[in-house]
């Protein structure tokens, strides 16, 4: 379903694949999935340092797989996906700024921007599973934290930073029953950000994407 929603296909040419930015990288599962299809490269975002010193390791552990067995796939997979430890918002804006002024940083605009933020409070009772339970516990979250207008309007800034960025989608991964991101229950429309043009649905998650 990610591959489907995020559909790097249609973007493959001349570069050899999309480009994708995974501005949620986490512990980057969904940033190799991504690699593994029609790709160019992944950028992967992650402002956490503890985080983002595992995906490192990570990184330098595939290099050395790639060195010593012979396979193309480990060397293709390392060769696309690329590090960034930084705020997504801010990593959005410099990006932006180098696109406008024309200099460094990255020849053109993702193709795809991808979001898969930490999902709002859980109502059932059930446990998250093992490796979310230590992002939660790294981000300092828990089962009965405050849903609060902070976090909303950081997801709006995300998501309107990615919208800006994207060349020609951005998707989002939610829980199957949750609203859209950057919007409340208490509301049916939000007008400070756009609701998803389509949305993949499911048992679990749900894929919202936005075409520009």
Known sequence: MLLKAVAPAKYADEKGGAII????AGFGQD????????????????????????LKDAMRRLHLISEH????????LYQKLVLHEDDAVDFC???????????GGIAEAPDVCYLDPMFPPRTKSAA??????IL???FQTNEGSKYDEGRRYQEQELLKQALKLAKSRVV?????????LGTSSEISIDNKVPLPSFELK???????????
């Open 21 to 24: 930015y995974d501005l949620t």
């Open 31 to 54: 940033s190799m999935i991504l690699a593994a299809g029609n790709t160019a490269q992944v950028h992967m975002v992650e402002r956490d340092p503890i985080v983002s010193l595992l």
């Open 69 to 76: 067995v012979e396979e193309d796939r480990c060397d293709s």
């Open 93 to 103: 804006k410099k990006k932006l700024n180098e696109l406008n002024d024309g200099c």
């Open 128 to 133: 998250v599973k093992k490796n979310m339970q």
């Open 136 to 138: 939660h516990g790294l």
């Open 172 to 180: 989002v991964k939610r829980p199957v029953n949750a609203t859209p």
């Open 202 to 212: 499911g048992s679990i998650n749900r894929f919202d994407v936005y075409i520009l």
